[in-house]
């Protein structure tokens, strides 16, 4: 079993930057692939970013050149820097833990950006 808690969502403006955490217990954190995803209202979930055991990246083209995913094994934790920041990218944010067939969420953090 892994759990996994989100934070640092908020309230930003326009143009603005927020750095999401996802922080990971109970396995060994090293071992997952990290992904966020995020759920605007009225909307289906989508993947935003992806982050590797080997640390690779990879992101959706909506956010590419604004977000940076890293991980900090030391820490067991994920992190999701938002940069350039649009109302377009108003929604709850959920981290995503995934190794072989097992699968994790967290709760989801949410982020709303005024235009």
């Known amino acids: 079993q892994v759990q996994l808690v989100e934070s640092g969502g908020g309230l930003v403006q326009a143009g603005g930057s927020l750095r999401l955490s996802c922080a990971a217990s109970g396995d060994l954190f090293s071992a997952y692939t990290m992904r966020w995803h995020r759920q605007a209202p009225g909307k289906q979930r989508e993947l935003v970013a992806t982050?590797?055991?080997?640390?690779?990246?990879i992101y959706a083209d909506s956010v590419k050149g604004r977000f940076t995913v890293s991980r900090d094994n030391a820490k067991n934790t994920v992190y999701l820097q938002m940069n350039s920041l649009k109302p377009e990218d108003t929604a709850t944010y959920y981290c995503?833990?995934?190794?072989?067939?097992?699968?994790?969420w967290g709760q989801g953090t949410q982020v709303t950006v005024s235009s």
């Open positions: 995503r833990g995934t190794k072989w067939s097992s699968e994790y």
């Open positions: 982050i590797t055991i080997g640390g690779s990246t």
